[in-house]
């Protein structure tokens, strides 16, 4: 039954008038409601209104054995009580199939309950239920009566409309139909109008959610900024809310992109904008197929505006970047740009960017990494040009654990892509190495140990921050480890800065003053076939050795060493020996790294991060074999690469800070797991860096802002690289009084 209560009651209403008018009118009188031997009573009252009764009230959908016993009941007690009862044609056959019905009705009903007869009860039902139903039964009895007792009538006209009004009754389509004009126009003047402006057709279907429209040159909605408006389209699984997401230009129409709108259980937005306007259901010649409405959400039903002002699309979509298109893989992703220069100033939409958009049921993070022109023909000469951007899969932001987590698959093509909101979360710059640039998703050192055991590279040109990253990681590894930690700092920067982070009670400025005036002591010329007795390399180690030692054995945490201060030399050459020379820089630290190592050894061996060389400037003191300054420093480089190679089993590790990436030790670099690649031009940084993190980000290395960095590594447990931005030096740095002096940690 394709209506409601009220309407079923408004069709009885509907057709109780018609026979009150039938009846009155050949009679004259309304004698035939109460008269039983009046035919107009048998025909209108026992029959007609019966059959309306029974199929619009008492059994609209279905009938059960007891409504059989009744209907049959009330024909038998009919045909007893009718005059002329040799008049009606088939009056036997009706009398027995009243009493046959009846008493099968009556055995079905007394077999409920026996499982053995439970089939043989069903069948038996279903037949005599249907077969009873008010529309066949009353049906046949009206036309019968009709027929037998009016259609050698004197009245020629009361036998036709008799006739007619039994088809009517069958029918039924003409009462229906008038019963839902006159609902839609009490629904009409009791709603307000949905304002609607049609703007176009539905001319193609890209995926689920997305369609394009055409929009004619004639129509005024051709010349205004259609994207982000709410439009209706109708005959779209029949009507749906939708937003234009983006326009095309033609020559003599436009073209918009339009996404329907879905609620929070994932079911369309549907509504029918026809119930809210007069006559809409009509189709006319000026009807149109797949019609598409401006709609003014201030005049949407209230249930459908709450439900369109909670969807994410609507709801976020001055964030709106973009949508999913053709060419995406399952670790990037292709989109189409769908901002404007609006939120490229406000949010600095750019490489390095956050977006986010859904796999399955999950929030997937994605990086902006690369962008293209792109351009496609439309129609005849017309072509549109646009923007597809490349965007890494970062996964799943783990708020409990502040952790990126792998997500499977890739998303649906044509989902939207939004960008992150910044204030979604606070961040504390002490806990994170530093977060997702624009938002407030922070990444930290999840395992400060392993930027020690599993030695770290901080890369990138002058002026980018590579130092204030160095001070803040040794910051946390003294926060949260017990590690002693070795600089080899060439620039004296470190003894000037690193009290700023570290408490100054726990540096220690270089080696003792005693040792530093014992190496000054200028050693005595050698024999010249004994190259031990030239300069005071052996001193030089000793004193390396004991410095170390009382380092290790004292409560400082932080021991900076400037290779340049300390006075130390060789011989000149390996045999007839003339003259002695300064040890290089490079040889100066192979022999601390070796000291350290000796020390770290008679240890025994570890899981746990115990020394720390930092080599600042690491290109003059482990450079490339093509880069050394004379032969020495060669065998250097390789003596301390072994040191490295082999020191991690021992707890020693090493932190290579470098601006050239080019000309230092690749068997050193080879070794750092945790990366931080900041700004770098130079080719062949580049492409060692892209053995870590990809053609992709390395391309992007040139263009990274101050504080930027492309971060990859076992420490911070990032399975693919990441472009952070790095935590400003003030949020950091300890806080000091006026004179100067730490006052505490963060």
Not at 4 to 26: D, E, P, S, T, W
Not at 339 to 353: H, Q
Not at 385 to 414: C, D, H, M, S
Not at 607 to 625: G, M, Q, R
């Amino acid at each position: 039954m394709e209506l409601n209560i009220k309407q079923r009651f408004f069709v009885v209403g509907v057709y109780v008038a018609i026979i009150l008018f039938i009846g009155h009118y050949f009679s004259n009188d309304w004698q035939f409601l109460f008269d039983s031997t009046n035919k107009l009573n048998a025909v209108l009252i026992v029959t007609g209104l019966a059959l309306i009764l029974s199929s619009y009230i008492s059994e609209p959908y279905f009938s059960k054995p007891i409504d059989v016993i009744t209907r049959w009941s009330a024909i038998f007690l009919f045909l007893l009580g009718l005059n002329n009862k040799e008049s009606l044609l088939f009056y036997d056959c009706w009398k027995y199939s009243s009493l046959g019905f009846t008493g099968a009705a009556l055995l079905l009903i007394l077999l409920n309950g026996f499982s053995k007869f439970e089939k043989f009860q069903q069948i038996g039902v279903d037949i005599i239920c249907k077969i009873s139903r008010p529309e066949i039964v009353f049906s046949v009895l009206y036309f019968d009566i009709v027929i037998s007792f009016y259609q050698h009538n004197d009245n020629p006209v009361e036998f036709p409309v008799l006739i007619g009004f039994g088809f009517l009754l069958m029918i039924n389509k003409p009462i229906i139909w008038f019963t839902k004009w006159v609902g839609s126009l009490l629904h009409y003047i009791s709603s307000k109008t949905v304002s609607s402006q049609f703007i176009g057709q539905v001319i193609g279907h890209e995926s689920g959610d997305q369609y394009n429209v055409e929009i004619a040159s004639n129509n005024p909605a051709r010349q205004k900024e259609l994207k982000g408006n709410l439009v209706y389209l109708e005959n779209v699984s029949n009507g749906v809310a939708g937003i234009i997401i983006n326009e095309k230009i033609l020559l003599g129409k436009k073209w918009i992109q339009v996404v329907s709108l879905r609620d929070k259980d994932n079911n369309l937005v549907s509504f029918n904008i026809k119930s809210f306007q007069l006559l809409a259901n009509q189709k006319t010649i000026f009807s149109k197929t797949n019609a598409v409405y401006i709609l003014n959400i201030a005049s949407i039903p209230e249930e459908v505006k709450e439900t369109i002002e909670e969807n994410h699309v609507y709801k976020n979509f001055k964030n709106l970047i973009g949508y999913v298109c053709v060419g995406s893989t399952i670790n990037k992703i292709k989109f189409e740009k769908l901002f404007d220069d609006t939120l490229l100033e406000e949010k600095g939409v750019g490489e390095g960017s956050v977006i986010q958009t859904e796999i399955g049921t999950k929030e997937v993070l994605f990086q902006i990494i690369d962008a293209r022109t792109e351009k496609e023909n439309l129609e005849h000469r017309d072509s549109h040009g646009f923007v597809v951007g490349t965007a890494q899969k970062l996964g799943q932001y783990n708020l409990a654990t502040n952790e990126l987590r792998t997500v499977k698959w890739l998303p649906e093509i044509y989902s939207p892509l939004f960008l992150m909101n910044p204030q979604q979360v606070t961040y504390a710059p002490s806990k994170f190495i530093g977060k997702l640039p624009n938002t407030n998703y922070g990444i930290p050192i999840k395992n400060p140990a392993e930027l020690v055991t599993h030695n770290t590279a901080i890369l990138g040109i002058l002026g980018v921050g590579k130092s204030f990253l160095t001070f803040e990681l040794i910051q946390k590894l003294i926060a949260t480890t017990s590690v002693k930690i070795i600089c080899v700092d060439l620039t004296n920067q470190y003894v000037k800065a690193l009290a700023k982070y570290i408490d100054s009670a726990l540096i220690q400025e270089d080696i003792s003053e005693t040792a530093l005036t014992a190496l000054r002591v200028s050693p005595p010329n050698g024999t010249q076939d004994n190259p031990e007795s030239w300069g005071n390399q052996a001193l030089y180690k000793t004193t390396i050795a004991n410095e170390f030692e009382a380092f290790v054995n004292g409560q400082k945490r932080i021991l900076i060493v400037n290779p340049d201060w300390h006075p130390a030399s060789k011989a000149g050459s390996a045999y007839k020996i003339s003259n002695k020379v300064d040890l290089t820089a490079a040889e100066k630290t192979r022999i601390i790294a070796e000291k350290v190592f000796i020390k770290a050894r008679s240890l025994g061996e570890t899981n746990e991060a115990k020394f720390l060389i930092v080599f600042e400037e690491a290109h003059s003191l482990v450079p490339e074999w093509n880069s050394v300054a004379s032969d020495g420093d060669i065998n250097a480089t390789n003596g301390t690469a072994k040191v490295i190679l082999q020191g991690r089993k021992y707890g020693l590790g090493s932190m290579v800070i470098t601006q050239r990436t080019a000309n230092i030790s690749k068997s050193i670099l080879n070794q750092c797991n945790t990366i931080f690649a900041m700004r770098v031009f130079d080719d062949t940084g580049k492409q060692f860096l892209e053995n870590y993190i990809g053609t992709d980000y390395s391309n992007l290395l040139p263009t990274l802002e101050e504080r930027h960095c492309i971060a990859i590594g076992k420490a911070m447990k990032l399975k693919q690289p990441v472009i952070l931005e790095l935590n400003d030096a003030k949020d950091i740095m300890l806080q000091v009084n006026t004179a100067n002096e730490p006052l505490h940690q963060p």
